[in-house]
T-cell receptor, first 116, second 113 residues
Framework: GAVVSQHPSWVICKSGTSVKIECRSL??????MFWYRQFPKQSLMLMAT?????????EQGVEKDKFLINHASLTLSTLTVTSAHPEDSSFYIC????????????FGQGTRLTVV | AQSVAQPEDQVNVAEGNPLTVKCTYS??????LFWYVQYPNRGLQFLLK??????LVKGSYGFEAEFNKSQTSFHLKKPSALVSDSALYFC???????????FGKGTTLSVSS
């Protein structure tokens, strides 16, 4: 299947700083990418849908000014957690699907963010 | 609104026994259904999907699932469990190709030797 690469796998940052997480589709063009957040032993909660060349669509309750999403190319979407706080510590996972491919979603390996 | 229910937080089976992980869904229109597996601190690995066609779907690592429209279920099964199958399993649904998957809360499968 297609490959989605997410970087970094883990990051520790200080409160008040910003962290950028990258999600790349390595062997296909992803017109749409999705960002999820997962708390320990819980399900994946959809944060936002990222469309190449347009603004992201955020789910209810997700602060768009805090979680900045950019999808500048067909192979790269980034999630920036701005002014991070300890409560932002979580596992973030990106996913990519394209209409032209199989409807299966391909997932990155996830990023463990710890804010201290 | 779309939703997925996985009624069991944990399923325990002995190695060699059959396993079932339950999933029911709610969606307007025809569902696209998926099962994924997650190992600790890792992303999700695709197991199988139902889009259309045969109700019994066979996937990776010997897993299969049966789509039951009348019961709105998509239970994951395997005839003979392995210890290495121990992981967190997610059922997911969407109603349109290209849209985000909505996940169930997950079921932890524990296979004992």
């Amino acid at each position: 299947g297609a490959v989605v690469s997410q970087h970094p796998s883990w990051v520790i940052c200080k409160s008040g700083t910003s962290v950028k997480i990258e999600c790349r589709s390595l062997d296909f063009q992803a017109t749409t990418m999705f960002w999820y957040r997962q708390f320990p032993k819980q399900s994946l909660m959809l944060m936002a849908t990222s469309n190449e060349g347009s603004k992201a669509t955020y789910e209810q309750g997700v602060e768009k000014d805090k979680f900045l999403i950019n999808h500048a190319s067909l192979t790269l979407s980034t999630l920036t957690v701005t002014s991070a706080h300890p409560e932002d510590s979580s596992f973030y996972i990106c996913s990519a699907r394209t209409p032209g491919l199989n409807t299966e979603a391909f997932f990155g390996q996830g990023t463990r963010l710890t804010v201290v | 609104a779309q939703s997925v229910a996985q009624p069991e937080d944990q399923v325990n089976v002995a190695e060699g026994n059959p396993l079932t992980v339950k999933c029911t869904y709610s969606v307007s229109g025809n569902p696209y259904l998926f099962w994924y597996v997650q190992y600790p601190n890792r992303g999700l690995q695709f197991l199988l999907k139902y889009i259309t066609g045969d109700n019994l779907v066979k996937g990776s690592y010997g897993f299969e699932a049966e789509f039951n429209k009348s019961q709105t279920s998509f239970h994951l099964k395997k005839p003979s469990a392995l210890v290495s199958d121990s992981a967190l399993y997610f059922c997911a649904v969407t109603a349109r190709a290209g849209t985000a998957l909505i996940f169930g809360k997950g079921t932890t499968l524990s296979v004992s030797s």
